[in-house]
């Protein structure tokens, strides 16, 4: 027998060769996508009282018309239409706009429902919609009704209309996908029936019930997919085990100008023993802003590199890879682990060495840009991977550099801590480990929220500060219409610093200055050579001055709040006091909400937290290639708990002895959606 998915969409008699072809712009082509096609939102014609209607609100009533309607025409075919309508005990003004042909049918004493927008101040409703109890054959009161997606020549009315004929003639064929013990523990109803009240909650009454089985179902089975990749990975036994030598790692650790804290130790532990196993390690490590990840990473890379093999480390910006690749070398010592440099920016002569290098295996560690995944770069023994900064990578790009091994270890860093509900989303098949702890004597950032006028009080402070013997950071937004526009900007305040401060070295940095410019200023500023440094974002993530203790954010109300937490870790990274101000005048109550936040904690943990709620997850990351699906129906937010539920139900079902061999379970990973499937990185 024919699957409701093997039944193209035209088979539906309403549905022409033009039509079909509209549907299948919206992904719909067959009866099972159509009956998954779910509405975005409801219309809520259920009827109310007044009072319990706020003012502005929609909202659908009953009432009884107590006088004769009034017609106004003005302009060409327009008209206001209104009439005193007597419900919950008030007289209030029924406003139609263009709808003179109502006016015979407002009858003294007649029974109306109207549906519109209430303004108590004025005892008006301006209706949208209104029928009479007594007539109405295709009442729309007393429900609530679906809205979808629509477009072309694709109506609202139509759509529902093709819906209601495919949830008649196929509804009995629609399958269950969820495991029957799993419906039962959680008394889900079945998917048949719960298509049909998604599309028909009116009549069913049981709308929230069904969406709370179809979110389930659609977290679960991607918490599926994510788990069994997880223990497909784990499994395998074809990984690398680098041997790493608890002592050697002991002594390296003795070496470091500073002893590491009891997170950085546990953490340490945790990879080093996940890198000996024979499976490819797949680990995210987080922590919150100048936690100390760098150095947990150059002991993993010197591990590897001591165990035989080379390592990898890959970050989003060339700054980044120089500083990287500049303290790492300093870490390991003249005489230790040889690192490369790797960025697009090198000269062909210098690249062709460094890949010649890295063939021949004499450079142990590379460290780059995208430039490490290009195709002509080879290694002679790649054993672990790092990425830092990762959200800033597509998983594409992670699994690319994977690939440069024959099964590399991969350790992946992310700054911008995640909230537990995206980690579990984007990164449910790896293993976390998590940095809970700052190094020692740090002093938590002081931070400010001015008003442009305050900049004469902002300037004393950066002289405060340099008299001190400390450094400034000055940063200006991207705008990102126009790079050009930004660096002009950036431009503009370097001359203002200037002349503020005649007796001070102010530096620029900006995304049009060469390699060598940029490398030139930053190590001016590193040096202690310029107090003050004027920069856009490219100084957002992993620039580590210890000795800066200010940083004044320009325009703060255009930055998204994690990128702000992340530029307000440039300070603070040693033990002196340091600031972040932030100069905003924001408008919209979201960018006044973010300078709040900013100014109440410092814990980037929460500030992700509250970021998550004021952009939604969409924007988080602030790319598709995020690897946070798009969810038809769930919201990560505000359907955390459900989340949490499918995941340790996810866990619990891979766990199972006969999960691998077990048919059903087999299809269940197979019907996931593709664009929740990890890109290169597939079930199969
Ligand atoms: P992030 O986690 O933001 O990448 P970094 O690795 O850049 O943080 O470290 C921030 C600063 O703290 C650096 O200057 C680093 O040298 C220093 N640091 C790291 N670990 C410790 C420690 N255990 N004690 C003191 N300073 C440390
Ligand atoms: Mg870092």
Redesign the pocket.
Known sequence: MLKLNQIPIKQLKGVSAQKEGELHAFGVHTVADLLDYFPYRYEDYRVRELSEVKSGEKATVLGVIRGAPLLQRYGKGKSRLTCKVETGGLLVTAVWFNRHYLQEQLQLNREITLTGKWEQSRLQITVSQSEFPDSAKNAKSDSLQPVYSVGGSITQVWIKKQILSALTHYGSMIEEVLPFELLQEHKLMSRAEAVRCIHLPGDTGKGQEARRRMVYEELFLFQLKLQAYRAMNRSRHDGISIRVDSETIRSFAASL?????DA?KKVVNEILLDMRRDYSMNRLLQ??????????AAIALYGAVKAGYQGALMVPTEILAEQHAKSLQKLFGESGPQVGLLTGSLTDRRRRDVRAGLQMGLIDVAVGTHALIQDDVHFRDLGLVVT?EQHRFGVNQRSILRRKGPSPDVLT?T?TPIPRTLAITAFGDMDVST?KEM???RKPIKTYWVKHSAMERVYGFIRREAAEGRQAYVICPLIEESEKLDVQNAIDVYVQMQQAFPDLVVGLLHGRLSAGEKEEVMSGFASGEAQVLVATTVVEV?V?V?NASLIVIMDAERFGLSQLHQLR?RVG??EQQSHCILIADPKSENGKERMQVMTETNDGFEVARRDLELRGPGDFFGTKQSGVPEFKLADMVSDYDVLELARENAGRLVEREDFWSNEAYAKLCSILRKDQIFQGEQLD
């Open positions: 100008p500073f002893e590491l804290t950085q922590g919150d802003v100048g936690s100390g990840k760098t150095v947990v830092d860093m700054a940095i190094p020692k004597g992993g580590d210890p870790g990274r040693g």
